[in-house]
């Protein structure tokens, strides 16, 4: 009984290390299929916003403005691209996905916060104290819009989900080794007397 419990410790073990591998890497290849669909979809928001919520205000600018304005934007996205990038490559295995996705959203915000700033600067966008016509952009519309995205999302939250799976029946099985170590010590030093 302990011979096979231990073995399949080691397979689970061995499942667990496997499977931590191919979640590193796909979280690499996320990075970089999100990095990029973040920067075209934050680049595609502030058009909308210019052409199609404020295009008074944008055609209210000089040649020389808005091409000032458009590579500001493109700079804030390929900046976020890199951070998003970067924060892959931190190391995640250990997170949750609902924290990775927590820090991304910041990560998102502080991009969009900044392009709202260039666009009040640039009187495209007048934010009150409500914040109306604010441009946001959040993770699950970026995945909604980008097959690629959201295929690989899929992935990644079944073979996370895969892993909690194992390592809850690593935890049982070692603590059924425990428990059987425990009963052969007391049995070994166990007497009628006693």
Known sequence: MTAHLEQEIRDLES??????H???VLYLEYAQVIGRATRKQLILVTFNVCTHHHPSSFLQL??????????????I?????????EFFQTGLIDQDPESIDRELNQIIEE???QVNRILEQSHILVLSSENSGKLILRLPEVEFTDRGVMSQRGELRILCNRREQLK???AQKRHLKLTIDAEEAWR???TESL
């Open 15 to 20: 499942a667990i290390d496997a499977l931590d």
């Open 22 to 24: 191919r979640i590193q």
């Open 62 to 75: 000089s040649v020389p403005d808005r091409q000032l304005l458009q590579s500001s934007i493109v700079a």
């Open 77 to 85: 996205a390929d900046r976020l691209q890199s951070k998003i990038v």
């Open 111 to 113: 991009s969009t916060a």
């Open 168 to 170: 809850m029946e690593l």
């Open 188 to 190: 070994s030093t166990w």
